[in-house]
């Protein structure tokens, strides 16, 4: 309960961080450094993972997670246009 519960924060923060820079709010090289050293391992944990795909986040970060994990994205759902 508590890994989920601290898996949701994690994730909420990150989902932020990743429209902030995808609207031009943040530098999207900064971005794409900081996720790929602090998402990407928290990614390699399946319950974490699987949240961060089925919990409402909005498609291109659920697209961008499966990427940092390696998986295809027409393998899980749809990219959103």
Do not use: W
Not at 21 to 48: G, N, R, S, V, W
């Amino acid at each position: 309960m508590r890994k989920a519960y601290m898996a949701f924060v994690l994730l909420n923060n990150f989902n932020a961080f990743y429209q902030g820079a995808k609207h031009k709010l943040l530098d999207k090289t900064y971005e794409q450094a900081t996720m790929h050293e602090l998402l990407a391992p928290l990614l390699k944990d399946d319950d974490i993972y699987a949240l961060s795909q089925n919990r409402g986040y909005h498609p291109a970060f659920r697209e961008f997670c499966r990427t940092l994990r390696g998986r295809p994205s027409d393998a899980v759902m749809q990219q959103d246009t």
